[in-house]
């Protein structure tokens, strides 16, 4: 009998170890919009990947490369944070895009389990992301999806950077893409 508790004791610990050892788990947010102008005039205000004139929380774009595979942009934000993006894949007769973050500026440091930790701009990290148009009829639809880890990425993160928060914010930054772009294209 004592050998059977002590195997179910180890046995327990070692899946409860197991069990807290584990990061956190790739985050995904989709969002689409129909709009009602043809594909032509919509892709036309988002296709050049350096400029993001048509988001309205980015203020200034500046690029390296164009749209060849490899070009980054650096986004200015409404706040004067930084958010460095690259080109992944670029496909003008699919209507498409793909890119990824790789780089941010903080927008503010906090003191988390005795620790001092920098906040990025938008409280992910690993975020990759891709834009891709339809013509349905007249009107576009356009699909913005995203997959990222919240940006603290040990146990028990801290308020401003943990999966609800990256979740938030990123859902915000694409709904506000959208419906601006729509403002836009169907003026």
Do not use: C
Not at 50 to 71: C, F, K, L, R
Not at 110 to 116: R, Y
Request: hydrophobic share 40%; charged share 25%.
């Amino acid at each position: 009998m004592k050998k059977i508790a002590l195997f179910v004791s180890v046995l327990l610990f070692f899946f409860t170890s197991v069990a807290s050892a584990h990061g956190p788990v790739r985050q995904k947010t989709a969002e689409k919009i129909t709009i009602n102008a043809p594909a032509a005039k919509v892709w036309a205000l988002i296709k050049d990947f350096g400029d993001m004139s048509w988001h309205p929380d980015i203020v200034n774009t500046s690029i390296q490369g164009g749209n060849t595979q490899g070009a980054t942009r650096v986004l200015t934000l409404k706040d004067g944070n930084t958010i460095t993006e690259e080109l992944k894949k670029y496909d003008d007769k699919k209507l498409s895009y793909t890119y990824k973050i790789t780089e941010m500026s903080s927008s503010k440091k906090i003191t988390h389990a005795g620790a001092e930790e920098e906040v990025p701009a938008l409280p992910v990290t690993d975020y990759s992301a891709s834009i891709d148009l339809t013509e349905k009829g007249g009107s576009t639809e356009v699909d913005w999806k995203a997959a990222y880890y919240r940006a603290y990425m040990n146990n028990n993160p801290p308020e401003e950077m943990n999966d609800e928060a990256a979740n938030n914010a990123v859902k915000a930054v694409l709904e506000a893409g959208l419906i601006h772009l729509k403002a836009l294209a169907e003026k």
